[in-house]
């Protein structure tokens, strides 16, 4: 199946909303935004499949227009079913300035003999803010499956100003390299990452604000460390999905709360 979707925000009178949205199946998008005069923008993102299927393409395009503000919800976890070829997903995001947008889907859930690859491209002008999150677990843990995915590929890359500051590359290939090993992820079985990038924020203060934030969450290690640009990079491990999920989410709204006099759009 070869699927797109496109979502197109704009601000005006102190309000944003929805220009313009094409989708096709399995993707369906709902406002839920409760207060239509409010200056941020509410979307569900919502899918009639039940995941992601072998040979499944899916093609998504975001474009926040200056100063609009966009608050994107994910409907569940993203399930990778068993695949004997591939299944593709590339994501564009393009932030006009001044916009803001965040983006921390549901945990991925890659089933055994699963083969995914992920590219995400952040397009950021001046000004803007960014808070982008996401959580791999290891499969269905409590049947068996760990680790029995065939592949998992996810690039992420960041621009600002058309240059590219920030650019992840994750590969896993259990039957090449065992993620339990030495060097890997050892005894842990599920990882999370987040970015923040904003121009007007201490990150210097912000960073042991994030660590204090997260010494009581037992079972995990996590770092951050300064993003080449203003900005930083939280990286987690852990064994639950729902705890590093929730990490995630916890961190962001500290990151709302701290720029409560620009509104940032976050995700649960």
């Known amino acids: 199946m070869i699927a797109g979707l496109s979502i197109q925000a704009r601000h005006d009178n102190g309000i944003t909303f929805l220009k313009e949205c094409y989708c ?34 899916y ?32 994501t564009k995001v393009h932030l006009e300035p001044g916009s ?18 992920a590219c995400t491209d952040f397009y950021l002008a001046g ?29 992420t890359r960041v621009y600002i100003n058309d240059k590219l500051v920030i650019k992840e590359n994750l590969l896993m290939e259990p039957s090449l390299i065992d993620p339990e090993g030495l060097g890997e992820m050892q005894e842990f ?41 203003n900005g930083l990079i939280l990286r987690m491990l852990g064994q639950k999905a729902e705890q590093l999920f929730e990490s995630l ?3 962001a709204s500290v990151l709302l709360q701290m720029k409560s006099e620009k509104p940032i759009a976050y995700v649960i």
């Open 249 to 251: 989410k916890l961190v």
């Open 24 to 57: 096709d199946p399995p993707f369906k998008v709902a406002n839920i935004t409760e207060d239509k005069k409010t200056h941020m923008l509410r979307l569900m993102l919502m899918s009639s499949s039940p995941g992601v299927l072998d040979a499944d393409e």
């Open 127 to 155: 000004d803007c803010s960014l808070i982008f999150g996401e959580v791999l677990t290891c499969g269905r843990k409590l049947n068996g499956e760990i680790f029995s995915f065939s592949r998992y590929h996810n690039i």
């Open 100 to 117: 803001s947008f965040c983006f921390i889907p549901h945990p991925v859930v890659p089933h055994k003999n699963s083969n995914f690859r």
């Open 189 to 229: 079985t599920h990882q999370a990452s987040l970015i923040y990038l904003d121009e007007k924020v201490d990150i210097k203060e912000l960073i042991p604000q994030i660590l204090l934030l997260l010494q009581g969450q037992e079972n995990i290690k996590l770092g951050i460390t300064a993003a080449p640009a």
């Open 59 to 90: 093609k998504i395009n975001i474009h926040l227009e200056q100063n609009s503000c966009l608050q994107l919800h994910t409907q569940s976890y993203q399930r990778l079913f068993a695949m004997k070829q591939q299944a593709d997903q590339h």
